[in-house]
């Protein structure tokens, strides 16, 4: 029996709990809708980014730039002569003064050349003074061979003479004329001797000139064995040691005057201002130890590929840069009336967003130019942007119209 009664009752208890849960929900429908409601979090799955207003004011576009820093004097240190190294007299970073010796050579072949052009500069003298002696000694033989002349003709017109008379001989006749004739050649050949001595005389004196040429650039030779520093600089880039052999014309080392340097940029002329304008700029060296100030002091007028090469000054003379090396540089550019927002807050170049009620609101801008300040890049543009409202400084790789986000609190 009490089995039977717990079966029937147990059911109707079920059915009476149901009823009241019911009763309840349908009884209160706003109070069971707010409770589900304040147990969502909308913002529950945003991103928390950080804000910031943009900065409205006059500002100068910077152009980034990659300088480098160089002297502007720079030679190679050629050897003189085909010669063995006797001793390399500096290490590289050294500074040197002007006339200071750099490398020794051997110079017992080069002395061996200058004495074997002595050797044939005396010959070639020696051979025009016997040329102008004889000059001398025929021009003095010249009168003689006139005279003898004078006397052979006379003496062939008396024979000549005598023998229509019959009273010489035919071979006295014949012998008066062949000496005649050959005092005639004498003479002539003692003629033709004292004309070319002015030709032959030029000949020797050129071959002297040319010997004389090569004689002083054997002596000079000679003399730059010992190798000296033209001008102050630093040593740099040794090529040779000691008993080495080196060829004419090898270089040797390079000498750099680090006392006056300069830095050079290339610059699409586009990006730049006019011309005329260009000279007195101002920029900073993005350097470790902190922003160095330059000054562009002129550029070459003749553009390459559309770019400019622009020459830089250190306002602080003395900078610690190193020579041959690249620097970031960034050159002010005439100031404009902009928005400076960060880099990170403009998006493909063309728009940034807006935080408006917990959501990106994507606004156009347009990139007026950017600007390095201190140790942050920022972007200078100009837009329909609200002053009082924040724009999203965060980088979101998914940015897009309406995203929900999450504003820190500062």
């Not at 429908?29 to 945003?46: F, G, I, K, M, T």
């Amino acid at each position: 029996m009490v089995r039977l009664l717990f079966r029937i009752t147990l059911p109707l208890l079920v059915l009476a709990g149901g009823a009241a849960l019911v009763y309840l929900l349908v009884s209160n429908p706003v109070r069971s809708v707010e409770a589900s409601e304040s147990l969502v979090d909308p913002l529950a799955d945003a991103a928390t980014v950080e804000t910031v207003t943009p900065q409205p004011g006059e500002r100068s576009p910077q152009l980034q730039l990659y300088a480098r820093y160089q002297s502007q004097q720079s030679v190679g240190i050629n050897s003189p002569a085909t010669a063995d190294v006797m001793q390399v007299m500096v290490r590289t970073g050294d500074r040197v003064e002007a006339g200071e010796a750099l490398v020794r050579l051997d110079d017992a072949d080069l002395t061996r050349q200058v004495r074997q052009l002595e050797a044939r500069r005396q010959d070639l003298q020696s051979r025009l003074q016997l040329e102008r002696r004889q000059h001398q000694s025929n021009q003095q033989a010249l009168v003689i061979e006139r005279n003898l002349l004078e006397i052979a003709e006379s003496s062939v017109a008396r024979l000549r003479n005598l023998r229509s008379q019959n009273l010489s001989s035919a071979a006295d006749l014949e012998s008066a004329e062949r000496n005649q004739q050959n005092q005639l050649l004498s003479l002539q050949q003692r003629e033709l001797a004292i004309a070319r001595f002015e030709d032959v005389e030029n000949q020797f004196e050129a071959q002297l000139a040319e010997l004389d040429s090569q004689l002083e650039q054997a002596q000079s030779n000679r003399d730059r064995a010992m190798i000296k520093a033209p001008f102050s600089g630093r040593v740099s880039n040794i090529r040779v040691q000691s008993g080495a052999n080196v060829s004419n014309g090898q270089e040797l080392m390079t000498l750099v005057d680090d006392q006056q340097t300069e830095l050079v940029a290339w610059a699409a002329s586009p990006s730049l201002v006019e011309s005329s304008q260009l000279i007195g700029l101002t920029g900073v060296i993005d350097y470790p130890r902190g922003p160095l100030e330059v000054t562009l002091k002129q550029y070459d007028p003749a553009a390459q590929g559309g770019a400019l090469q622009l020459y830089f000054e250190l306002n602080d003379a003395n900078g610690y840069l190193t020579l041959n090396r690249y620097y970031r540089l960034w050159l002010d550019l005439p100031a404009i009336s902009a928005l400076a927002v960060p880099d990170s807050s403009v998006y493909a170049n063309a728009y940034v967003y807006q935080v408006v009620d917990d959501r990106l609101q994507r606004v156009p801008v347009q990139l007026l130019g950017e600007r390095f300040e201190d140790g942050q890049l920022w972007r200078l543009i100009d837009g329909d942007l609200s002053a009082d409202t924040p724009i999203l400084k965060t980088r979101l790789q998914d940015a897009a119209q309406g995203l929900a986000v999450r504003v820190s609190q500062p």
